[in-house]
């Protein structure tokens, strides 16, 4: 294993980089400004990089520092939120990584299933775009949106998703909305993190050329379908995000379902030596017959 630095040099990093000060994260460790800059000095200088901007005006990261503290903070949560379960006798926790929308619109709404089926298990979960690192102890299971590009890792599908033009049932009257070609003259909604884009669904089902600017970018499903809701135009998302949009018409396929691009784009990932643990073998169960039921 590589030589780690000192746990408290690590400490005082993080709190430098997260209060902005070297006299705030003092206090808050209950340490002097100058031991806190000599520890921050002593990782810099086993590290050989520098992790702070220092001026006149206050500290900033570098961008070493950013990178660094990212991974740092989420593994001194992880020691500390460990530690602290094992204070309060929960030695069956388990932590889940997810992609922000599919966590928010699909997996919150089932979680009540899971806590009504193991009520031993103490469940914690973080959502980002920004894959979870298992070498840090980061999560026992990460639900990753994208690609499947995890060599190193066990990958398994949840299910197919289908990829289709949304728009609220006031905003489809109010356009007359029927025809694909109309898309051209209304404003459409872009996610920018999707796989499936614009210009795929276009190429798929018209002749046309998708436009290259749209009147609104979210990074979020959530926010997509939000805007499409609230009438502002067209979102191209996933139908499984948008279940309960659909289920309750807030949202409308005006296409129809068969207008849609299917792919697999959301995969329960772990390390294989995590497969054998009780809460992580009960959460995948539950996971893929909740994923069999979409």
């Not at 980061?138 to 398994?156: F, H, K, M, S, T």
């Not at 070609?181 to 190429?203: A, C, K, R, Y």
């Not at 002749?207 to 979102?235: E, H, I, N």
């Amino acid at each position: 294993m590589p030589t780690l630095p000192p746990i408290a040099n690590l400490q005082a990093f993080e709190a430098v980089a997260r209060r902005r000060s070297f006299a705030l994260a003092a206090a808050e460790l209950n340490l002097t400004a100058s031991a806190i800059s000599h520890q921050v000095s002593r990782l810099e200088a086993q590290l050989d990089i520098r992790l702070f901007e220092r001026s006149a005006h206050g500290v900033r990261l570098s961008p070493a520092g950013e990178h660094y503290l990212m991974h740092v903070g989420a593994a001194l949560n992880a020691i500390a939120t460990a530690t602290d379960d094992l204070r309060h006798g929960i030695r069956n926790s388990l932590y889940v990584h997810s992609a922000p929308s599919i966590a928010s619109l699909w997996l919150m709404p089932r979680l009540h299933h899971f806590a009504q089926a193991y009520p031993e298990i103490s469940l914690n979960l973080s959502a980002a775009h920004t894959p979870s690192d298992f070498a840090l102890g980061q999560a026992d299971i990460d639900i990753r949106y994208g690609i499947p590009q995890w060599g190193d890792l066990v990958v398994e599908p949840l299910f197919e998703e289908a990829i289709v033009p949304l728009a609220s049932a006031a905003f489809i009257r109010a356009h007359k909305l029927k025809r694909a070609e109309q898309l051209l003259d209304l404003p459409l909604i872009q996610s920018n993190v999707s796989i499936v884009q614009w210009s795929d669904w276009f190429g798929r089902f018209t002749k046309l050329r998708a436009p290259d600017r749209f009147s609104l970018r979210f990074d979020r499903a959530q926010m997509s379908l939000d805007a499409a809701t609230q009438g502002l135009g067209v979102a191209l998302e996933s139908a499984v995000n948008a279940g309960g949009h659909l289920a309750d018409g807030r949202l409308k396929a005006p296409f129809g379902m068969d207008q849609a691009v299917r792919v697999k784009a959301h995969f329960a990932v772990y390390p294989e030596r995590h497969a054998k643990r009780p809460a992580v073998e009960a959460f995948l169960s539950w996971l893929h017959s909740e994923a069999a039921q979409t």
